[in-house]
C-alpha cells in the first residue's frame, strides 16, 4: 500500500472544549438554517429536514493543484462530448456490457432506437463534474510549501447526468466561512475560493431554454419517488425562478410522465398541457428509478421529443464506466482531441483502468486483482455511490465471476490512496464535542457544454464541491450518510 501523507490543517486543533461546544452548537443551527440540509432516509418525513454532515473547517490544498483541475474541465467536457457523438466508439465500447447489464442494454436500446429514427433535438445540455482524488506522494509533483506532502491529482469518475451538489458545494464554504468567522480568523476567509456552481448549472439550463425558441415552454426536472437531497434540487429550482420568475419549472417522476407526458406530431413533449424546452434529469440513473417497463417507455419519449435533454441519452452512455476505462487506452484521446496539450492534460490525471473482457488484457486485470485486491477498486456501470466493491471482497466477487460474462460488466480502477487531514465532521444525533477524525477528500469540478454533433457553443467551467469522510471508509456518498460537505482551503506554492 502506498504511504499517505497529512496536510496541514486550517486552524490550530485541538479546540478547547467549551469553544468547540459552541462553535459546533451555532453551525450546526446556521447549517439548518441556511439550507445545508437533507431528509433523514432513517426517519422519513416530507415536513422535516436535518442538516447534511460537514467538516466544522475547509481542508486545505495547493492553490496551484486546485487550478490544474479547474482549468482542465472544458477540455474533458470537450472530449466527452466528441465520444457521445461517436456512434461506432460508444458500440465497441459496450458491446459486451450490454449484453450482461441490463440496465445499460436497456439505455443502449433506446439510443439505437432514436438514431434509426433520426435525431429530432439536436442540441444537447450537459451539466457535468468531474471528481478527483489527490495521490499521495507523487515525486513528480514536489511541493514548494513546506508543509503540504507532494500529490497529484488523479480522475476518480466523470458524471454526466444527476451531477449533484450544485448547491451543497456553495453553502459548503458559506458554512465554514461562518465557522471561521466565529473564531475570528478573518483572514482566512481570503484563502477559500469563491464557488458559482449553483448559478453557472441554472445560467446553462436558461441557454438551452432560450436556444428552444418558445417563451411560454417550460424547464422539467424529472426526479425521484423519494427525494432525500431535497435541498441540493429545490435550490436548482428556486435559483432559476429568481433569475427568471417567467419562466415555469415542474418536477415529475418518470411514473409521471409515462402517465401524463405526450409527444405530438411535431414532437412537441408536452406534461399537463405544458410544452417542454428543456428536460432536467434529477433521476434515471439508476435501475431502481425504472420500475417497470412504463418508466422505460417514458424515458424514449422524452429522447424521441425536440426537447431539450440534461443529459441526452449520448451523454449518458458517454458517462459509463466502461467508456471511461476505454478512453484510458492508448491513442483513445488522441483520437478525439488534436492537440498535443489537451491530450497531455486530460492523460494525466488518469489513474490505472482496466476492462475485465475475455480476452488477454482482461485475464491480467483479473489475476492482477486477484493477488492484489487491496490496490484496486471493483467498479460496476452504475451511478450514485454505494456500488463499489473494495479490498478482499474484490477477490471473492472476482473469483465468483471470472469464468461468467458477468464480469465484462465490470471495470478495475487503481485505488487512490490520498493524504489524510484532520478535523472535525459534525453529523445529525453527533456529540458537541466531536473527536479529531482522520478524513480524505475528494473533489468536484462542475461545467455547463451546450452543442450539436458538428459545433460547440458553450464549454465553461462553473465551480466545484468537496466530500470529506473518515480515512476508513470506502464510500463517500453524503446523501447515502458515508461523507461530509467540505470545501476547499487554498494554501500558495
Known amino acids: 500500500m502506498c504511504s499517505v501523507s497529512v496536510t496541514p490543517t486550517c486552524v490550530p486543533l485541538p479546540l478547547p472544549d467549551q469553544q468547540l461546544k459552541d462553535l459546533v452548537r451555532k453551525t450546526r443551527d446556521w447549517a439548518i438554517l441556511h439550507g445545508a440540509s437533507m431528509r433523514s432516509r432513517r426517519n422519513f418525513s416530507e415536513d422535516s429536514i436535518q442538516f447534511a454532515p460537514f467538516n466544522l473547517f475547509p481542508s486545505t490544498f495547493l492553490k496551484k493543484d486546485f487550478q490544474k483541475v479547474v482549468d482542465v474541465q472544458a477540455t474533458f467536457q470537450e472530449l466527452i462530448h466528441k465520444v457521445a457523438h461517436d456512434g461506432e466508439f ?15 442494454g436497456n439505455l443502449f436500446k433506446i439510443y439505437e432506437t432514436v438514431q434509426k429514427e433520426g435525431i429530432v433535438q439536436p442540441l444537447n445540455l450537459g451539466l457535468f463534474r468531474c471528481d478527483y482524488m489527490l495521490e499521495s506522494g507523487n515525486a513528480k509533483n514536489q511541493s514548494s510549501h513546506e508543509n503540504y506532502p507532494c500529490c497529484c491529482w488523479k480522475q476518480v469518475e466523470y458524471n454526466t447526468i444527476a451531477s449533484g451538489f450544485g448547491w451543497l458545494g456553495p453553502i459548503s464554504a458559506a458554512i465554514q466561512r461562518y465557522a471561521l468567522q466565529e473564531l475570528g480568523d478573518l483572514k482566512r476567509l481570503e484563502n477559500l475560493p469563491e464557488n458559482n456552481a449553483l448559478d453557472g448549472l441554472c445560467e446553462g439550463m436558461l441557454e438551452a431554454w432560450k436556444a428552444y425558441g418558445n417563451p411560454e415552454a417550460i424547464i422539467l426536472f424529472i426526479i425521484e419517488n423519494i427525494s432525500y437531497n ?10 432559476l425562478r429568481e433569475l427568471r420568475p417567467d419562466i415555469k419549472v415542474v418536477r415529475k417522476t418518470l411514473t409521471e410522465i409515462s402517465d401524463r407526458g405526450r409527444i405530438s406530431s411535431t414532437k412537441t413533449f408536452t406534461i399537463d398541457e405544458d410544452e417542454v424546452a428543456v428536460v432536467y434529469f434529477r433521476a434515471g440513473y439508476e435501475p431502481n428509478h425504472y420500475p417497470s417497463k412504463a418508466e422505460w417507455d417514458a424515458r424514449l419519449l422524452i429522447e424521441r421529443s425536440k426537447a431539450i435533454k440534461c443529459p441526452t441519452i449520448q451523454y449518458h452512455l458517454a458517462g459509463t464506466k466502461k467508456v471511461q476505462q476505454e478512453l484510458s487506452k492508448p491513442g483513445a484521446v488522441e483520437y478525439f482531441l488534436k492537440d498535443t496539450n489537451k491530450v497531455n492534460a486530460v492523460r494525466e490525471l488518469f489513474v490505472g483502468l ?11 486485470a483479473i489475476e492482477m486483482a486477484l493477488r492484489n485486491p487491496e490496490r484496486y477498486v471493483l467498479k460496476p456501470q452504475r451511478e450514485g455511490g454505494g ?18 460474462m458477468e464480469r465484462t460488466a465490470w471495470i478495475l480502477m487503481e485505488r487512490i490512496f490520498p493524504p489524510i487531514t484532520r478535523g472535525y465532521l459534525i ?6 464535542l466531536p473527536p479529531i477524525s482522520e478524513m480524505v477528500s475528494e473533489m468536484g469540478i462542475f461545467g455547463v457544454i451546450f452543442g450539436d454533433s458538428e459545433n460547440i457553443l458553450v464549454n465553461r467551467q462553473v465551480g466545484h464541491m468537496l466530500r470529506t469522510k473518515t ?17 476547499p482551503y487554498l494554501l500558495d506554492c
Open 427 to 432: 453529523r445529525p444525533g453527533g456529540s458537541n
Open 230 to 239: 431535497i435541498a441540493d434540487q429545490r435550490f436548482h429550482e428556486f435559483r
Open 387 to 404: 456500488n463499489n466493491i473494495y479490498g478482499t471482497d474484490i477477490k471473492d466477487a472476482i473469483l465468483n465471476m471470472k469464468d461468467k
Open 354 to 364: 482496466y476492462g475485465l473482457d475475455f480476452d488477454e488484457s482482461g485475464d491480467q
Open 471 to 487: 480515512s476508513t471508509a470506502n464510500e463517500g456518498g453524503v446523501a447515502a450518510g458515508d461523507g461530509a460537505l467540505d470545501s
Open 90 to 104: 460508444l458500440r465497441k465500447c459496450l458491446k459486451d456490457t450490454i449484453q450482461v447489464d441490463e440496465f445499460t
